[in-house]
């Protein structure tokens, strides 16, 4: 079992349509990220927060928006994707940034049509 | 700049034989080098972490990764391969600044009986 909670697991959405993920973890880890994976590729990082701040932006396109309410939780604000942003998005938490290990959930399969 | 290199998209071995994962770091300060494995539809679980104690290092599921600073390498073993070690494996070091990982491209491991 995960100790990493992403939901929903799975997500259709059309090119117009808002929708949220979301991310929940009890660790008591200060640092959450946001990764972006495409089929047979590698995670790449999206976003990471340290201490509820946004510390790092990988230059994501802005129809993607983070959002981390409390030390608990994470969300991914989407709006006007397109169908290459079909992808798995996974969450992972860490003690801090920067420190080992990261803890993922399972990702939530997006699918953009 | 950080980077890891996985030599071999792609590697079957047999039910009992000797798994070799390669993995090849260029880094220029002391690495934090880490193992990760993926199930299809799920997040990525840390198998092992090297963060410059012990250059042998052991990980779950009976997999270990040795640490040459000579080689810049850190390849990935397990004595003898089971079935349910099908999966999606990857190489990760920390970036310089300490604030997030970065992955190589990933070995599909393939088990046969």
């Known amino acids: 079992d995960t100790e990493v909670t992403q939901t929903p697991k799975h997500l259709v959405m059309g090119m117009t349509n808002k929708k949220s993920l979301k991310c929940e973890q009890h660790?008591?880890?200060?640092?959450m990220y946001w990764y972006k994976q495409k089929a047979k590729k590698p995670p790449e990082l999206m976003f990471v927060y340290s201490y509820e701040k946004l510390s790092i932006n990988e230059s994501v396109p802005s129809r993607f928006s983070p959002e981390c309410p409390n030390s608990s939780l994470l969300n991914l604000h989407l709006h006007a994707l397109q169908p290459e942003d079909s992808a798995l998005y996974l969450c992972?938490?860490?003690?801090?940034?920067?420190?080992?290990?990261?803890?993922f959930g399972n990702g939530t399969r997006l699918t953009v049509t | 700049a950080q980077s890891v290199t996985q030599l071999g998209s792609h590697v079957s071995v047999s039910e009992g034989a000797l798994v070799l994962l390669r993995c090849n770091y260029s880094s220029s300060v002391p690495p934090y080098l880490f193992w990760y494995v993926q199930y299809p539809n799920q997040g990525l679980q840390l198998l092992l972490k090297?963060?410059?104690?012990?250059?042998l290092v052991k990980g779950i599921n009976g997999f270990e990764a040795e640490f040459k600073k000579s080689e810049t390498s850190f390849h990935l073993t397990k004595p003898s391969a089971h079935m349910s070690d099908a999966a999606e494996y990857f190489c990760a070091v920390r970036n310089q600044a300490g604030t997030a990982l970065i992955f190589g491209k990933g070995t599909t491991l393939s088990v046969s009986s």
């Open positions: 660790m008591g880890h200060r640092a």
């Open positions: 992972a938490s860490s003690q801090r940034q920067g420190t080992s290990p990261l803890h």
């Open positions: 090297y963060t410059s104690a012990a250059t």
